[in-house]
């Protein structure tokens, strides 16, 4: 697993949070308030840049503190979250990009192989996408010559 945050960044967060947890927990669910900002910052963030306005910048900067806050308040790794986050976006990403006949094959990770057949026939999607081509013909190559 790699490190994002420094141990300065995170020394920095729980001090904040600390400050936050105590003037925004007092009387509700601090979890609620924090969304309730993020929520507050999207709008925020979303009028500045139309108006080409560059603070929208430092608002996307408060807003990953928001994020980060969230994570501490339900006692998460902050790195641990984000590096499954990369992978998850490193993966999906990589099968947006992936020519046609090469998605939904499965490159490991975490989809399963399951996920990739037809459910009522148990077909992988391979070999489904090729029978369609083929007008409907079942045809399995083996790579046997036959003749």
């Known amino acids: 697993m790699g490190i994002s945050f420094t141990r300065y960044a995170k020394?920095?967060?729980k001090k904040v949070h600390a400050l936050s947890a105590g003037y925004n927990g007092k009387s509700r669910d601090h979890t609620e308030v924090l969304l309730e900002l993020v929520k507050k910052h999207e709008k925020e963030i979303r009028d500045l840049y139309a108006a080409k306005d560059q603070h929208f910048t430092v608002e996307v900067g408060d807003l990953l503190i928001l994020c980060m806050e969230i994570l501490l308040e339900h006692r998460k790794d902050m790195d641990g979250i984000?590096?499954?986050c990369?992978?998850?976006y490193e993966k999906k990403l990589s099968l947006l990009l992936a020519p046609r006949g090469?998605?939904?094959?499965?490159?490991?990770?975490?989809?399963?192989?399951e996920k990739i057949t037809n459910r009522k026939k148990n077909i992988p999607r391979v070999i489904r996408d090729r029978q369609k081509r083929l007008g409907g013909k079942l045809v399995i190559d083996r790579g046997k010559k036959r003749g």
Do not use: A, H, S, V
């Open 102 to 113: 090469e998605r939904g094959k499965d490159k490991g990770g975490d989809m399963p192989r």
């Open 82 to 84: 984000l590096d499954k």
């Open 11 to 13: 020394k920095k967060i």
């Open 86 to 88: 990369y992978r998850r």
